[in-house]
């Protein structure tokens, strides 16, 4: 499989615990961007790197909210103290390059449930 | 004020019929790129088809094409000869360049059902 992996697909918490999520990249692709979905929504930028370097981040990413991308390939997203604000759908794309007509492309995302 | 404007949350169509998805736009940007994404109940988001602000012909991907009307900023997505399997999330996108980066703002998207 040589697209966006994402995992776990699913993840049940409870509120206050902290959780973590991965995410790898299509193999040559430098750009990495992190997604927030929530329902009846559009996919709403968190935070994206390029190779290791983390370039921009979104006022939603609270400081509960912390992404890394350590050697340039895999990312991970974690979120301490998890609020039931938190549940959505998370998504991850890679792009290689960032010009205006570069295809991102998605994972199928992690679904975040807090209970 | 939003960017990105989809004002169908749900269109009906029947299989084999032509069906038109609204998008409107807002930028001061001269440059951008405005994108087209399908999201099944899987949840990945399925690139479809892409149209640049200085692109003179509008764009087309097979059965999608785009109707980039620049003056009203639009962008609106039409999927000629509609499949059951069209049935999805449909996501109006765009990038800018403004402030050194490009990310991609979304829409809310806009259901589409095909029937038999």
């Known amino acids: 499989d040589t697209g966006v992996s994402q995992d776990p697909r699913h993840k049940i918490t409870k509120r206050g615990q902290n959780v973590t999520f991965r995410c790898d990249p299509i193999s040559e692709h430098n750009r990495l961007y992190w997604y927030r979905q929530t329902l009846g929504q559009g996919p709403e930028f968190l935070t994206y790197?390029?190779?290791?370097?983390?370039?921009?981040k979104s006022r939603l990413l609270s400081d509960r909210f912390s992404a890394e991308r350590p050697k340039g390939s895999f990312s991970t997203l974690e979120i301490q103290r998890t609020e039931q604000g938190d549940s959505a759908m998370y998504l991850c794309a890679s792009s290689l390059g960032g010009s205006l007509s570069t295809e991102a492309f998605f994972g199928q995302g992690t679904r975040l449930t807090v209970v | 004020a939003q960017k990105i404007t989809q004002t169908q949350p749900g269109m009906f169509v029947q299989e084999k019929e032509a069906v038109t998805l609204d998008c409107t736009y807002d930028?001061?940007?001269?440059?951008?790129?405005l994108f087209w994404y399908k999201q099944p109940s899987s949840g990945e988001m399925i690139f479809l088809i892409y149209q640049g602000s200085y692109d003179q012909q509008n764009a087309t991907e097979g059965r999608y094409s785009l109707n980039f009307q620049k003056a009203r900023k639009s962008a609106n997505l039409v999927i000629s000869a509609s499949q059951l399997g069209d049935s999805a999330m449909y996501f109006c996108?765009?990038?800018?360049?403004?402030?050194?980066?490009?990310?991609?703002?979304f829409g809310k998207g806009t259901m589409l059902l095909v029937s038999p």
């Open positions: 996108a765009m990038r800018e360049v403004m402030g050194g980066y490009s990310t991609l703002t």
């Open positions: 930028t001061s940007d001269p440059s951008y790129g």
């Open positions: 790197f390029q190779n290791e370097a983390q370039l921009e």
